[in-house]
């Protein structure tokens, strides 16, 4: 039965979680004999967003597809850039005529893989199409198209949106798994029809930091109620998200598992 191996790694968060997913993805790729790479990116450009640059170093690193998310017009340059990189994606659930495309279909060694990206609607800016709509519209086009695996990024704020969308989706497509909230779950499985399920792959980010973010400026947030400036923390990087088994031709999803992976501090220089 031949399959792929697909990575799927969280959120990004600032230059320490793109320095390390950019280092970590060949070694990645080599240890775990991965065919297929996709990162969640919109958190790459200082937290907020992601840049031409940081997209292009992404992807000459290993990353196959770039997906992001509710920040994902948080650069102004990134606008001009979307209609120029097909493995950039933005949620499919925006509105005709925005820049870009929510999902994309790429050629391999081992066939076409396609990825496809939605955000859901609870307590996340801006509000968007009905996302359950548009993903299940796009998973029947892709496999009326003979697509076999075919992978989801579902950036949304809730767990019962995501979970929904996993089960919506169940035999359509091969994998849907959560971005957005920077916690990885621990509910990783494969539901009845096929589709492997994971409501949120976690960041790739400072371990010590609350989502990211420097500890002590968000505790004072949310101790005094006052406006402050979160910097992203520092310090050593977990690498969080999944690794995936696709059969090519059904695109049934024949193992996931978690990566959690904490990286040792960087040498200092001097």
């Known amino acids: 039965m031949p399959s792929i191996r697909i990575l799927f790694l969280g959120d990004i968060?600032?230059?320490?979680?793109?320095?390390?997913?950019?280092?970590?993805?060949?070694?990645?790729k080599q240890q775990e004999s991965l065919d297929f790479i996709v990162v969640n990116g919109?958190?790459?450009?200082?937290?907020?967003?992601?840049?031409?640059?940081?997209?292009?170093d992404l992807l000459r690193a290993g990353a196959a597809v770039i997906t992001t998310g509710d920040h994902?017009?948080?650069?102004?340059?990134?606008?001009?850039?979307?209609?120029?990189?097909?493995?950039?994606?933005?949620?499919?659930n925006y509105p005709a005529g925005t820049p870009g495309n929510g999902s994309v279909v790429l050629e391999t060694a081992k066939g076409r893989v396609a990825v496809m990206q939605a955000q859901g609607r609870s307590f996340i800016q801006p509000p968007l199409e009905n996302p359950y709509l548009a993903a299940e519209a796009e998973a029947e086009r892709l496999r009326a198209d003979g697509v076999g695996p075919i992978l989801m990024d579902f950036h949304a704020e809730t767990t019962s949106e995501k979970i929904a969308m996993g089960r919506l989706l169940d035999g359509k497509v091969?994998?849907?798994?959560?971005?957005?909230?920077?916690?990885?779950?621990?509910?990783?499985?494969?539901?009845?029809?096929?589709?492997?399920?994971?409501?949120?792959?976690?960041?790739?980010?400072?371990?010590?930091?609350?989502?990211?973010r420097n500890i002590e400026s968000v505790v004072w947030r949310f101790k005094s109620g006052m406006p402050t400036?979160?910097?992203?923390?520092?310090?050593?990087?977990?690498?969080?998200?999944?690794?995936?088994?696709v059969d090519v031709q059904t695109g049934t999803c024949l193992h996931l598992k978690r990566l959690s992976l904490l990286l040792p501090p960087a040498s200092d220089p001097s």
């Open 13 to 28: 968060v600032g230059e320490p979680g793109r320095k390390a997913v950019i280092e970590q993805l060949p070694i990645l």
């Open 42 to 56: 919109e958190n790459s450009a200082g937290g907020k967003g992601i840049t031409p640059k940081i997209a292009i």
């Open 72 to 92: 994902v017009w948080d650069q102004q340059e990134i606008v001009d850039y979307f209609p120029t990189e097909p493995r950039l994606l933005r949620p499919m």
């Open 174 to 212: 091969s994998a849907v798994i959560g971005t957005h909230t920077h916690v990885q779950t621990a509910d990783d499985t494969i539901f009845p029809g096929g589709t492997g399920y994971l409501t949120d792959a976690g960041m790739c980010g400072p371990e010590e930091s609350v989502l990211g």
């Open 229 to 245: 400036r979160f910097p992203i923390a520092k310090g050593p990087v977990r690498l969080c998200g999944a690794i995936l088994e």
